[in-house]
């Protein structure tokens, strides 16, 4: 599947997990995230940077999908006014730690 400008398809899961791997198609903006970036890092750690097809990122699924979550919570937190879980944003920046890497 072609991926459009601007775009970056994932690879997220563990070999171990029941659900196996999954693919996600995500914004070039998250690269940035420092959240994001922590898991970079340890995909650096775990598989180097040389990689045929997708960015394979060491979490699994959920990891992923709260990480996702929590970064699309900031960025609509910082382009809407009355975010009733805008405060909540902030807390969950330490509690990704990617147990599962």
Same mark, same amino acid.
Do not use: K
């Given at each position: 599947m072609k991926v459009k400008k601007g775009w970056l398809a994932v690879q997220v899961g563990l070999e171990e997990?029941?659900?196996? $791997?999954?693919? %996600?198609v995500i914004p070039i903006s998250y690269l940035y995230h420092p959240l994001f970036k922590r898991l970079l890092d340890k995909a650096?750690?775990?598989?180097?940077?040389?990689?045929?097809?997708?960015?394979?990122?060491?979490?699994s $699924?959920?990891? %992923?999908?709260?990480?996702?979550?929590?970064?699309e919570k900031e960025s609509s937190g910082s382009h809407h006014h009355h975010s009733h879980h805008q405060n909540?944003?902030?807390?969950?920046h330490g509690a990704l730690s990617f147990h599962s890497c």
């Open positions: 997990e029941d659900g196996g $791997v999954e693919r %996600f650096h750690e775990a598989y180097g940077y040389h990689a045929n097809g997708p960015l394979r990122l060491p979490c $699924v959920d990891e %992923f999908l709260h990480l996702r979550w929590t970064i909540h944003s902030h807390h969950f």
